[in-house]
Structure formats: structure tokens, C-alpha cells
């Protein structure tokens, strides 16, 4: 998804395209520098691919009590509020499930070779005082916070820019938006697409005036393991990629992180995807393989 205005500021982070876009174009070098450095924080908390970060040195303790920072925390809080959510149909543990599917680097240098297929452990199995910030996971867990720490990531910024500017923004995070602060006249207008990189005038257009927009899809982060191809939206009951039925599922929702919740669950439902999101109240356009094209919960 690509806002439509000519002032953003667009860089590459957390493996995927960020974006800010700001109601006073005077503001969008702080704004920028804002992001940045949230941005950063959150790879050196969350990163499955970086051996320094705090959730891999809480996964080495293999099964002692840590306790973590306020940020790892809140990442914690917004997975798990997801697989409670979702009845684990999106789960914090499948960081296993793509390791053994050869997703455990950053994507360019992923490279063909044996696949290992095993289920998620179980979000469950976490260990998580929120209170005391103590978290522990089990020997031999691993934790992928990158969908849900994401999109809380987009809401986080959001707040913060607005905070410090006191101008409107609208933060994009690789597809998943999020906006404080007043709104630009008309609202904020978006393409909804396929590729959060690339503004395709054929993407429809839609205005957001509050809230957030998430989109996930099986199209981009794509590698070969095994003879197959695999996508990186796991179904943690089976450790497997997500049966291709849909491309895009895109969710309008209170926050920018129950829209991701929303749209990533979707796509492991699969088939019953539009009477899921339908009996949730949430509006949501579903593009299947095949180019067609769904509304539901209101969508227009």
C-alpha cells in the first residue's frame, strides 16, 4: 500500500519498505528521523536473523527466567494478544517452522536444501509475567515476532511522531499502516495492492480517516527449499506455508495491529476467510489467486 502524497520519506528497514508521510511537509525530516530510530530499536529487540538481539539472548537462556526491555515486552504483548485473539491461528512460536522451512536468514540469502516440517510448539509454552517484563522460553523454542511486532510497530511510531511534531502522519510499515493526529482534508487516500514498493495506478484507491490498514499476502517473500516453493505466512498447526487460496488479504481495523492479526489469520483460515472476517465485523478485500476479488464487513 502507497499513500498518495508526494511528501514521504520511504527507506528500507526490518526487511521491508518503511514510510512516513506527514500533514506538514517541514516536519518530515523529524518525522523521518523518528522512524529510523524506532525502527532500529525494534530490530535489535526482535530480529530473528540477528544473533545479538534481545530475543535471541533470551532464547539461549534456554529456559531461565529473563527479564526484558519495555519494548520487547510490548512486542510479547501484541503476539500473544494475537494468538489469544485468534485461537492460535497466529502464533509467536512458528520460528521454528520457518527455520526448518530455510527461512532463517534474511531472505536474499536464503538457499535451497532439505526442509524440515514440524508444527508450532504452541504460543502457550511462553512463559510471559507482563508485569515483572520476566519472560521465558522453553529450550529449543524459537520466537518470530515480525508480523505482530510490525504492525505495533507502525501504531508505536505513528503516536510517537505525532507526539513530537503535533502534525497528522501515517506510518507504513511494508503494507501495514497506521496514522495519528489529524488527517489531511478528505482523509488520507491509499493504494491497495499487492507490492507496498510500487504505486501501480491500477490499484484501487481508498480514504482512512482513523484506525489502521493492514495487508498480508503470500506474493513477496517467496524462496525454494526441498524441490518447493514457500511463502513466509505459516499455519503453526501443521509448520507448513499457508495453502495459496489468497494473494492479498487487506483488514480495516481499530489499530494497525488488529488489522495485521486480522489479515494474517485470514490467510491460514483460508476458504471460510470471508465468513471469518464477516462474523468479526471487520472490513476486508480478499484477492484470490485467480484475480478475484472479494468484499466483506463492509468494505466499499
Request: net charge negative; hydrophobic share 45%.
Amino acid at each position: 500500500m502507497t499513500a498518495l502524497l508526494t511528501d514521504t520519506a520511504t527507506f528500507d528497514a526490518i526487511g521491508t519498505t518503511a514510510a512516513v508521510v506527514v500533514t506538514d511537509p517541514s516536519r518530515l525530516g523529524e518525522a523521518e528521523r523518528l522512524l529510523r530510530a524506532e525502527l532500529a530499536a525494534l530490530d535489535l529487540a526482535c530480529s530473528r536473523f540477528r544473533p545479538d538481539s534481545e530475543i535471541r539472548r533470551v532464547e539461549a537462556a534456554s529456559g531461565a527466567s529473563v527479564v526484558v526491555s519495555p519494548l520487547l515486552g510490548a512486542c510479547l504483548d501484541a503476539a500473544l494478544r494475537a494468538a489469544e485473539l485468534t485461537d492460535g491461528l497466529v502464533d509467536p512460536t512458528v520460528g521454528g517452522c520457518l527455520d526448518g522451512l530455510g527461512y532463517d536468514r534474511d531472505l536474499p540469502t536464503v538457499t535451497d536444501g532439505p526442509a524440515r516440517r514440524v508444527p508450532a510448539p504452541g504460543w502457550w509454552r511462553l512463559g510471559w509475567d507482563p508485569r515483572s517484563r520476566r519472560l521465558v522460553v522453553p529450550r529449543g523454542i524459537r520466537v518470530d515476532l515480525g508480523s505482530t511486532g510490525k504492525a505495533h510497530a507502525a501504531d508505536r511510531a505513528a503516536a510517537l511522531i505525532h507526539a513530537h511534531t503535533e502534525v497528522g502522519v501515517l506510518v507504513n510499515l511494508g503494507g501495514d499502516l497506521a496514522m495519528a493526529g489529524p488527517v489531511p482534508p478528505g482523509g488520507w487516500r491509499v493504494r491497495v495492492g499487492e507490492d507496498h514498493a510500487v504505486d501501480d495506478p491500477q490499484d484501487p484507491v481508498v480514504t482512512i480517516h482513523s484506525g489502521g490498514l493492514a495487508t498480508s499476502g503470500t506474493t513477496r517473500r517467496r524462496w525454494r527449499r526441498d524441490g518447493a516453493v514457500h511463502h513466509h505466512i505459516v499455519d503453526p498447526r501443521t509448520g507448513m506455508s499457508t495453502a495459496e487460496l489468497w494473494r492479498t488479504v487487506t483488514v480495516a481495523a481499530a489499530t494497525c495491529l488488529d488489522a495485521n492479526i486480522a489479515a494474517t489469520a485470514a490467510l491460514v483460515v483460508g476458504a471460510d476467510a470471508p465468513d471469518w472476517l464477516a462474523a468479526a465485523g471487520l472490513p476486508a478485500r480478499l484477492v484470490g489467486t485467480d484475480g478475484d476479488v472479494r468484499h466483506v464487513g463492509g468494505w466499499v
